[in-house]
């Protein structure tokens, strides 16, 4: 939904039209119209119609009547009536249009007590009305500081400035009645301003807020879907769909809006399909309806004694059995009319055909860095004590070889010193004793 000018830039706003998503084309804009009379020229004789849609901040549209003739197109900003003051919008619909567009919301096109366009807005009125919009955030979060301080049961949602600044609209969802009385005074008082406060839907909510459904696109609330029907959860029950809250539920917290856009298609083909309460008589005894599979057109039975089995039929044979067993007649078996009979016990629920070893392998927690280096360490410090307890060993082996040879160090040296002087003294001794003869 946006233009071809709009690109992303560094801080999120658009780089192209620099319109934040307001361009003139009206290619971005929230529920807008395609205006296919643009190229198509009026008769003559006949004058343009003299009603223009205009669109304000988000999804708020409302119509007004071109009393001073002005020449306007899709994308001019104008200055349009208030109950006080003036506004500033964007036209998004001129011409016959308008007119169509009046009677689907039951808007009287002539009646004289619309509001009317006063003129093309000019740039101190556009300067003035950015200023107000620049203040909506910081407001926002101010007034739901106040809320909160005052413990009221509510969520503010959006603000919404007029176009001159004199007043600003709040709105907020609530699932009971609040008095806000004290908080209208509060920031009354806190932004010199006039307030209006405005409850709304939480479908609203969404469409005012927008956002990227579980689809990949933008809400179509906010893009292209102005209605709200009811949706129930028989809509998900007749497309057999599971009933998971979390997958159900949009953003908005309701159930999604497009569980009713095939809806009408399940209808129509269910009509000629037997109902879930079907039961077939047969020789083997009674059969129930398990499941219903609308887009190949079979249904599974089994019998009441033996559940676990399950017979495909197609609508066809389904229908023969019932018209058999409304003359009072019983088939033999389902087993003779079964395209195929299945085993709920050997379903196979996931065939592993890439390897993979489990759907929750990635659920697993990772192993932090940290943990991997501390294994290493431990590793490796019971492998150094494991080399020290053998050089212990070994040196505790050589202790005794070394004695037996005769000691080491100085104390073998000492011994052969005395060997040696004991047999010096003994030969002087035997040299001596001849002379003394």
Not at 71 to 86: F, K, N, P
Not at 88 to 98: Q, S
Not at 336 to 353: D, P, Q, T
Request: glycine share 6%; charged share 30%; net charge positive.
């Amino acid at each position: 939904m946006a233009c071809s000018s709009c690109s992303t830039g560094t801080d999120g706003q658009p780089r192209g039209c620099k319109n934040n998503g307001t361009c003139g084309s009206d290619g971005c804009n929230k529920l807008t119209v395609f205006d296919w009379l643009s190229n198509m020229s009026l008769p003559s004789g006949e004058r343009a119609f003299d009603c223009v849609e205009v669109r304000f901040k988000n999804s708020r549209k409302e119509f007004f009547r071109n009393t001073e003739n002005l020449s306007l197109s899709i994308g001019d900003v104008v200055a349009t009536q208030a109950q006080s003051g003036h506004d500033i919008g964007m036209v998004t619909l001129v011409g016959e249009l308008v007119k169509v567009q009046m009677k689907r919301k039951k808007v009287d096109f002539k009646d004289e007590a619309l509001p009317k366009v006063y003129r093309k807005a000019s740039q101190s009125d556009i300067d003035k009305w950015q200023k107000c919009r620049d203040r909506e955030e910081e407001i926002k979060k101010r007034a739901r500081e106040m809320a909160i301080i005052l413990k009221l049961q509510m969520k503010i949602s959006d603000v919404e400035f007029q176009g001159d600044g004199s007043k600003a609209t709040f709105y907020y969802t609530a699932e009971e009645r609040v008095d806000f009385r004290q908080l209208i005074k509060d920031m009354a008082k806190a932004f010199s301003i006039r307030i209006e406060m405005r409850q709304i839907g939480y479908r609203q909510e969404a469409q005012r807020l927008g956002g990227i459904g579980s689809c990949g696109r933008e809400l179509c609330c906010s893009t292209w879907l102005s209605d709200f029907r009811s949706v129930s959860t028989s809509a998900a029950r007749y497309q057999q769909l599971s009933l998971n809250p979390q997958k159900l539920a949009g953003q908005c917290g309701k159930l999604k809006c497009c569980l009713n856009y095939e809806l009408d298609t399940y209808l129509e083909a269910l009509k000629d399909f037997p109902s879930q309460d079907t039961k077939l008589m047969t020789e083997k005894g009674i059969a129930f309806c398990q499941k219903t599979d609308i887009f190949k057109a079979t249904l599974w039975f089994s019998y009441k004694d033996d559940p676990a089995n399950w017979h495909t039929l197609s609508k066809e044979q389904v229908q023969e059995i019932r018209a058999k067993n409304k003359k009072k007649e019983k088939v033999a078996s389902l087993e003779e009319y079964a395209i195929e009979n299945y085993v709920v016990e050997e379903k196979v629920l996931f065939e592993n055909v890439v390897g993979q070893d489990s759907l929750t392998r990635f659920d697993r927690p990772k192993r932090s860095r940290n943990s991997k280096n501390r294994n290493k360490n431990k590793n490796r410090n019971r492998n150094k004590k494991s080399g020290n307890a053998q050089t212990k060993s070994n040196s505790g082996n050589r202790g005794p070889a070394n004695k037996s040879e005769g000691g080491k160090g100085q104390g073998g040296n000492r011994n052969r010193k005395r060997r040696n002087n004991n047999r010096n003294k003994n030969q002087n001794n035997t040299k001596q004793q001849p002379k003394n003869a």
